[in-house]
């Protein structure tokens, strides 16, 4: 059975292990080296055994540590295009050596050892942003995160999800009264920037399957979230829908990262 290990969600950065016995990737790289190497530990997964690192968008929480990871341990990146015309803009991440830049496609299937993956895009003001399905075996496993609405191609990719990986970034009233400036609170809650908790759980709703058994929450804010917020509205909606949710919460591994909601469905 696949491993799946949300390392960090969250501003101050995200990265998700995914594979099995013989593959396995990360799903962004937005903090340090160490941080990820460290956190990979925790897991008893040994950094130089990871097989890819998968890069949804270009900005500093997702891409922070992905040049050292790739240079220290000769990790291939895949990003789109125009994500990796950004990235190569970025004088952070160092020289990346040309054999391990790889570009991905939407809807276009990557292979990577035994696991096939599928980037999809999605609405957020980045160059070029991707979520990502990976399949391992009979196993189906999508991330998506970093989007500020839902539309059609992300639902019918999210769909036959085993386990999933979805932003409930904000509480809407929270974010209203909060402290941010409005110009960024308006950008937050544009179709470019971030979901809600409550479009969160109105998306499992639209493409929950009897395949769907796990639900981390990601990318909570700080400042416009809580934990248990996030949590009870999902579940709220999820049980006005006459899905009858259990959860609890799991503990990010990295040193900064956040709490994620995690939720087992059960019909």
């Known amino acids: 059975m696949p491993r799946f290990c949300p390392l960090a969600s969250g501003s101050s950065g995200n990265c998700v292990f995914a594979g099995n016995g013989r593959t396995r990737v990360l799903i962004d790289a937005g903090m340090s080296g160490k941080r990820i190497q460290s956190s990979l530990r925790l897991i008893n997964i ?12 270009e900005h500093c929480d997702h891409v922070f540590g992905a040049g050292i990871m790739s240079r220290r341990f000769d990790v291939p990146i895949y990003a789109t295009k125009k994500t990796w015309a950004a990235m190569d803009r970025d004088p952070s991440l160092g020289s990346i050596p040309s054999k391990n830049k790889r570009v991905v496609r939407y809807g276009e299937d990557v ?3 035994d696991m096939s993956v599928i980037p999809f895009e999605i609405p957020h003001d980045a160059a070029e942003p991707a979520g ?7 196993y189906k496993i999508s991330v998506a995160t970093d989007m500020g609405c839902v539309t059609d191609g992300v639902r019918l990719n999210l769909r036959g999800s085993d386990v999933l990986l979805l932003e409930s970034n904000h509480d809407l009233d929270m974010l209203r009264n909060g402290p941010y400036p409005w ?6 809650m544009s179709d470019l920037g ?9 998306l499992i709703t639209e493409i929950l399957s009897d395949r769907l058994k796990h639900v981390y929450l990601g990318h909570l804010s700080d400042e416009n979230n809580r934990p248990n917020l996030a949590l009870e509205t999902v579940c709220g909606i999820l049980a006005d829908s006459g899905i009858r949710p259990g959860y609890d919460f799991g503990v990010s591994l990295a040193e900064r990262g956040h709490i994620s909601g995690y939720i087992d469905l059960e019909e």
């Open 183 to 188: 110009p960024l609170k308006k950008r937050i």
């Open 46 to 57: 040994e950094p130089e055994s990871i097989d890819a690192i998968l890069i949804t968008h």
């Open 132 to 138: 990502y399905c990976l399949h391992l075996s009979e």
């Open 111 to 113: 292979t990577i050892g």
């Open 194 to 202: 971030h979901l809600s908790n409550a479009n969160c759980g109105v």
